[in-house]
């Protein structure tokens, strides 16, 4: 999601050219380049996707390490392996999703009415999902980090800080997005991810700093 453009500003295009690749595919520096470039995407969603995909690598890394050293049972580091690089994945599939749902958002409400209402649905569904996988990372996350050895720890307290600002930006956007329309399903919708995540940090089953 990015903040609106100016409503008179020439906007030949949304996105820097991007020759048909993956925001994934780029290096961290050319990513950089396209969040700063002035035209509205990728923004908010896509960079709190990287730091969400990058928090769970920390954790996939850390865990790969009590692998190899024979500090870990072998079917829990397989188990937690698998979830970690899955929402790896999900999360960088959503820097791309999210980018392409604003743009066709920005382009459905010059025309109003059902289309950009539905455009604005899928725009703010995007970030919303990427809320809910938070709280799942969070608590994988979190479990992991119980019973690691020590000299891991820090690649999960690494991890925390990362997944915190990302949770944050996903919902910041949805309530941005929610906003600009009339979308009552998805509004409860976060207000529920939102309470879920309080209730389980209250908890201490996810770690803060």
């Known amino acids: 999601m990015a903040s609106d453009p100016e409503p008179h500003a020439a906007e030949p295009r949304l996105f820097p050219p991007l020759d048909a690749r993956s925001l994934a595919s780029l290096s961290v520096a050319s990513f950089v380049d396209l969040v700063a470039d002035p035209r509205p995407l ?73 289309a950009a209402r539905l455009a604005l649905h899928e725009a703010t569904r995007i970030p919303l ?23 891991l720890a820090v690649d999960y307290d690494a991890a925390f800080p990362l997944l915190d600002a990302a949770a944050a930006i996903f919902a910041a956007c949805c309530r941005a997005n929610l906003a600009r329309g009339e979308l009552p399903e998805l509004a409860a919708r976060l207000r529920r991810a939102e309470a879920a995540l309080r209730e389980e940090v209250d908890r201490g089953s996810l770690h803060r700093t």
Request: aromatic share 4%.
């Open 42 to 114: 990728p923004a908010a969603v896509a960079a709190a996707s990287v730091a969400a995909a990058l928090a769970a690598a920390l954790g996939e890394m850390a865990l790969a390490r009590a692998q190899m050293s024979q500090q870990r049972r072998q079917e829990d580091v397989d188990d937690w392996l698998a979830k970690l690089r899955a929402l790896r994945q999900e999360f960088l599939r959503t820097a791309d999703s999210d980018a392409s749902a604003y743009a066709a958002y920005l382009s459905a409400r010059r025309e109003g009415g059902d």
């Open 129 to 151: 999902e990427a809320l809910e996988a938070s709280r799942t990372l969070g608590a994988l996350l979190a479990a992991a980090r119980e019973t690691c050895p020590p000299a």
